[in-house]
């Protein structure tokens, strides 16, 4: 599958270039680690050799936005393509400074969740091949199928915008969701009592190492200067104790509502390998129950802290 | 923010303290008339008079969580009855997602209370504290970030930044 797509990649890239619609194009390059794939920003036509589409494109590149200055032209998948519309809504990047290829998003793999599937260690696995609905693992010569739904990333299983929300052209390909059958996964924590659900956090809580990667990688962790790295005063200590981990996440959950889009990257990345997206769909549902407020899918609609109703829900409040 | 350590047993003695953002305009002169029409209520709450409630940070009420306070109160003037028009309507939303993360994530919803208290409700405002220092009196010591709860408590004071 991939040729083609390559091939009509390069030729909208290089014409961008040559018409100098485009100062620099955001897109994926072969990385040095297996079954990863590095941002590649190319500045001119010779650049483009690196690029690179076959599978392995879970990084959100809308993060890079923030440093390119110039025209920008970058690829997107379905779920990027909404932190994209969160960050032209918050003025971080203009529409006009864009050219939105969007790219066909068969699912991406999470290799950990592959190797746990085929039983293996990571650095056993020899390849990964999505064939159609089934993966194909290979682990010393010998290969084995797995379903789509114990390879892929877990927000892939519940896909809800294959195709991109805005785009100036899409690359050909099938824009649909990866697995069409699969339901939401319901949250068995949501329903367990108050003591047990701090059992379980503060224990996720005490892994956490403060190496901010879920930060970093964060497209709506756009400030210049965050508020962990604040010393007068030092809003919070980071010394990574359980009790500063937990001032930190949520807090920063609380700066991420609304603009989070619900991309997955945080928990994608972090090294711990710490639950964090089970926060954010917490918000993101609560969001939508309180204001009826999807991150990232309309450009008009104002972020919830930065409107308010007079008839907002208040039962909570004596 | 720093809280001073305080002598602290599991025993009948014990007894919470509470911190309580107090919009200028309304709660804080409510409380005040709590104290001048003489009624009484618990004196475990510790005032920090802000402009309005719309001044408190969601991260003013993690830190005074992890700082080791038993309970968190965030008052302000009713809807409608904001000295800046809208501040208690942002403050609103911005409570109504945070007070369901901190249930979320395990911290009891009995130990941080948001009300609304005018200058006027000096009653309102001893019956808010009453049953926001009972239910934390039923909930026990805020241990949530102590590193081995019941070994410490039995010390007695400690720091809370252990």
Known sequence: MPEKIEEELLAIVSRLFDEGRIHHFLGYGKGTVKFKTTPLIARNREDLRGLWVEGFCATNLTLYLKEIKGQVGLLVKGCDSRSLVSLIKEGQVRREDLYVVGLPCPGQIDPVKVAEAAGCENEELEEITLRGSEVAVRVAGQEKILPKTLALLDKCLNCQYPKPLIFDCLLPGEYVAPVPEATPTEDVLRKKPVPEKWAFWAEQFKRCLRCYACRNVCPACFCPRCIVEENMPQWVSPLPTMGDNFVFHLMRLMHVTGTCTSCGECQRVCPMGIPLMKLNEKMTDDIGELFDFVGGVDPDKPFPFRTYRQEDPDKFIK | ?162
């Open chain 2, 1 to 162: 923010m720093e809280v001073k350590p305080e002598v602290e047993k599991k025993s009948k003695d014990w007894e919470p303290r509470i911190l309580a953002f107090l919009c200028r305009w309304c709660s804080y002169a409510g409380a005040d008339l709590t104290g001048s029409s003489r009624i009484s209520y618990p004196p475990n709450v510790r005032i920090l008079r802000v402009p309005c409630s719309g001044r408190v940070n969601p991260l003013f009420i993690l830190k005074t969580l992890r700082a080791g306070m038993d309970g968190v109160l965030v008052s302000g003037c009713h809807p409608g009855d904001c000295h800046y028009t809208a501040g208690n309507y942002n403050a609103r939303r911005k409570f109504a997602v945070l007070s369901r993360l901190l249930e979320y994530v395990g911290i009891d919803p009995r130990r941080v209370q948001f009300s609304w208290v005018s200058a006027s409700e000096g009653d309102k405002f001893a019956k808010v504290v009453s049953e926001l220092v009972a239910g934390v009196k039923a909930l026990g010591p805020n241990e949530l970030f102590r590193l081995n709860p019941s070994k410490q408590t039995a010390q007695g004071p400690q720091s809370p930044r252990q």
